[in-house]
């Protein structure tokens, strides 16, 4: 039972230099009661390092607990040991793992043809490199949530994810994230008692 996880995001990268979103894990901008979300990337273009057009790069074993990069500081921050989120810094591309011990050397490039999904963990450090062609880049980006999963945790700069954190350790309802159903892409999603204008709607 799954379904779809907010409304989609489009990333466009202008040609001549388009930003790079830094290195950082998905978790550092939201987090959920258990599994949490699967994401995908879709590149709309042909997207590789011979291109130079800002191909996504990923850091495996990063997403396990014990893996990669367990070791650094910030690792396991704060709320669980048994959940492999780092400790995230405030930077021009948003929350992004700290520069001066993570950077792209370290990390794999996934080249790849318009139409080409990568999937991957809410916990897999990832991010892209400036757009240095001549011609822009775009990506769109879904995530997927198990029925029976719940949002705890959303922030996009280091003070609201401090509040954010503060809000699900106490759980607060009233100020942690409200969910929207999603649409059910597979399955179904029971009725919990609750309003039916925030139960999933099914996507046949």
């Not at 995908?40 to 997207?47: E, Q, R």
């Not at 930077?91 to 794999?108: K, M, V």
Request: hydrophobic share 35%.
């Amino acid at each position: 039972d799954v379904e779809l996880f907010g409304k989609g995001q489009c990333f466009y990268k202008e040609p001549a230099g388009g930003n790079p979103k830094l290195l950082h894990q998905d978790s550092a901008y939201f987090e959920f009661e258990k599994e949490g979300v699967v994401g995908t990337l879709n590149y709309a273009v042909d997207t590789t390092r011979e291109l130079n057009n800002g191909p996504l790069y990923v850091i495996p074993g990063t997403h396990r607990v014990g893996g990669y990069g367990h070791d650094r500081p910030g690792a396991y921050h704060g709320r669980s040991s048994n959940f492999a989120y780092i400790k995230h810094v405030d930077t021009r591309s948003h929350l992004a793992l700290d520069p001066q011990h993570w950077n792209f050397d370290e990390a794999i490039p996934i080249d790849g043809k318009a139409g080409d999904t990568v999937f991957f963990h809410l916990n897999c450090v990832h991010g892209s490199t400036p757009n240095f062609s001549d011609k822009p880049r775009a990506t769109f980006i879904n995530r997927y949530l198990a029925c029976n999963d719940r949002q705890t945790i959303f922030a996009t700069d280091t003070r609201m994810r401090a509040a954010a954190e503060e809000a699900a350790d106490l759980k607060d309802l009233a100020a942690m994230p409200h969910q929207d159903g999603g649409f059910v892409v597979r399955g179904r999603k029971a009725y919990d008692g609750g309003d039916w204008a925030h139960v999933a709607k099914a996507h046949h």
